[in-house]
């Protein structure tokens, strides 16, 4: 159980355009899905949090306007980067928690990740 | 500040040799801890977690973790490395009161044959 997907798992796009990135939870409900990026050889760096049908909260530094993430359902979650540059090549992993029930809300679910290059 | 450590960067050891990788933490009521594994373009598989009660936890792929409330501490242990085990792994810690992820900054692990 608990499983959760990324879809695509690699992106390559040019730059100017948009790309967006689709976090399922497969067999369990996400009230709170979280969005990290990740740089080679280094730590998840958390970009924002996300709860079903409210606006996304973002974390210092990083653009809202750039990184739009949209959490419509309770299975799923999008972050679109828009007018993407090179310097947004990164791994993006997207992560899900349960509604908080004892210690089971405090766990997260992650993804696979999505790589995406920007040429 | 309130931060997740991971003092080593870089270990190597034998196939065979036992294995300690350290994380510290510095908030003050005790966090839930959790240790994850990533492999090269893979997400973070969970190893192990501890919320309360016995300090020694056991986890998958023979791992285990010990919780050391004194210290500040989650060390993950095994007593017998494999070649397979090669890979990034991730100390991260909720603070209490919260839900989010405060992750160390990793410890990449070489496994020599």
């Known amino acids: 159980g608990a499983v959760v997907s990324q879809h695509p798992s690699r992106v390559i796009c040019k730059s100017g355009t948009s790309v967006k990135i689709e976090c399922r939870s497969l067999d369990f409900q996400a009230t709170t899905m979280f969005w990290y990026r990740q740089f080679p050889k280094q730590s998840l760096m958390l970009m924002a949090t996300s709860n079903e049908g409210s606006k996304a909260t973002y974390e210092q530094g990083v653009e809202k306007d750039k990184f739009l993430i949209n959490h419509a359902s309770l299975t799923l979650s999008t972050l679109t980067v828009t007018s993407a540059h090179p310097e947004d090549s990164s791994f993006y992993i997207c992560s899900a928690r349960e509604p908080p029930q004892g210690t089971s809300g405090y766990e997260q679910y992650f993804g696979p990740g999505t790589r995406l290059t920007v040429t | 500040a309130q931060s997740v450590t991971q003092p080593d960067i ?26 994850y594994v990533q492999s090269p373009g893979q997400g973070l598989q969970l190893l192990l977690k501890y919320f309360s009660g016995d300090t020694l936890v056991q986890g998958i792929k023979g791992f285990e973790a010990e919780f050391k409330r004194s210290q500040s501490s989650f060390n993950l242990r095994k007593p017998s490395v494999h070649w397979s085990d090669a890979a990034e792994y991730f100390c991260a810690v909720v603070p209490s009161g919260t839900y989010k ?13």
């Open chain 2, 101 to 113: 992820y405060i992750f160390g900054t990793g410890t990449r692990l070489k496994v020599l044959a």
């Open chain 2, 10 to 35: 870089h270990i190597t050891v034998s196939e065979g040799a036992s294995l300690e990788l350290r994380c510290n933490y510095s908030y003050g009521a005790t966090p839930y801890l959790f240790w």
